[in-house]
C-alpha cells in the first residue's frame, strides 16, 4: 500500500524563488529519503533523514521531518531552472526491514 | 564506476508476448531492487535480491512476472504474457547496504514498456 504522498502534485516556481513540496506517510518509520527524477532519467537520492532527527541540510536542500504529523518538507531554496524535474519521498518503516516505498511525486518546474 | 544500467530503454509489445528486461547493477552491490511506475502513480516496489536469493518478492504483481539473478550478478525481469497493464517504466536500482542502514540506492534510467 502507498506509504508516502507528495503534495502538491505539481508546483510551478519563478527561477530564484523557493519551493517547498510536502511528504506525508502512514506508518512509523526508520528514515525518510527524498529523491529527484529528471525527465527519462532514473532517480537520484538527495538526502537522508532518520527518525529520530528534525532538521537536515544539504547545499540549497532543507529537509524537516515531524514524526508526530508523519510529515516531511523538502525545501529547495534559490531555485535554478536545473532544479526541474520530480522529487519522490521514500520511507522505510519502523522494523528497517522492508523496501523503500515511494509516493507519486511533485512535479516542479523552475522558470526561468 | 560504471553504474546502473538497464536494457532495452524502451519496449513496445503486442498482448500476449514476451518481454525480458535486463539489469546490470553497480558491482559490488549485493542489494537488487525492481521497481515500476505506471504513468501518474506510485513508483511500486516488486521485488529485492539480496546476491542472487530473493528477499522480498511481495510487490510482483502476479505469476506473469518472472526474476531472476543468476550468479548475483545482473537481474532479468520477464513477462510472459504480457497485459496491458504491464505498460510503465520498470527501474532497477542497487546498494551496498540495505535502505534502513545508509539507505540510498543507486537508480538505473528505466526500461520503459509498452504494451499494445
Known amino acids: 500500500s502507498q506509504q508516502g504522498e507528495e503534495d502538491p502534485q505539481a508546483l510551478s516556481i519563478q527561477e530564484g524563488e523557493n519551493a517547498t513540496m510536502n511528504c506525508s506517510y502512514k506508518?512509523?518509520?526508520?528514515?525518510l529519503q527524498w529523491y529527484r527524477q529528471n525527465s527519462g532519467r532514473g532517480l537520484v537520492h538527495l538526502i537522508l533523514?532518520?527518525?529520530?532527527?528534525r532538521e537536515k541540510h544539504s547545499g540549497r536542500l532543507r529537509v524537516t521531518l515531524d514524526t508526530s504529523k508523519k510529515s516531511s518538507s523538502l525545501l529547495i531554496t534559490a531555485s535554478r531552472a536545473a532544479d526541474t524535474a520530480s522529487y519522490f519521498c521514500?520511507?522505510?518503516?519502523?522494523?528497517?526491514?522492508?523496501?523503500?516505498?515511494f509516493g507519486k511525486g511533485t512535479r516542479l518546474s523552475v522558470i526561468a | 564506476e560504471a553504474g546502473v544500467t538497464q536494457f532495452p530503454s524502451h519496449s513496445v509489445i503486442e498482448k500476449g508476448q514476451t518481454v525480458t528486461l535486463r539489469c546490470d547493477p553497480i558491482?559490488?552491490?549485493?542489494?537488487l531492487y525492481w521497481y515500476r511506475r505506471v504513468m501518474g502513480k506510485e513508483i511500486k516496489f516488486l521485488l529485492h535480491?539480496?546476491?542472487?536469493?530473493?528477499?522480498?518478492e511481495s510487490g510482483m504483481p502476479n505469476n506473469r512476472f518472472l526474476a531472476e539473478r543468476t550468479g548475483g550478478t545482473y537481474s532479468t525481469l520477464k513477462v510472459q504474457p504480457a497485459e496491458l497493464e504491464d505498460s510503465g517504466v520498470y527501474f532497477c536500482?542497487?546498494?551496498?547496504?540495505?535502505?534502513?542502514?545508509?539507505?540510498?540506492?543507486?537508480f538505473g534510467e528505466g526500461s520503459r514498456l509498452t504494451v499494445l
Open positions: 506508518t512509523s518509520i526508520n528514515n
Open positions: 536500482a542497487s546498494s551496498q547496504e540495505v535502505p534502513a542502514n545508509t539507505g540510498e540506492l543507486f
Open positions: 535480491f539480496v546476491k542472487e536469493s530473493k528477499q522480498d
Open positions: 558491482s559490488g552491490h549485493d542489494n
Open positions: 521514500a520511507t522505510v518503516d519502523l522494523s528497517g526491514n522492508t523496501p523503500l516505498v
Open positions: 533523514i532518520r527518525s529520530n532527527e
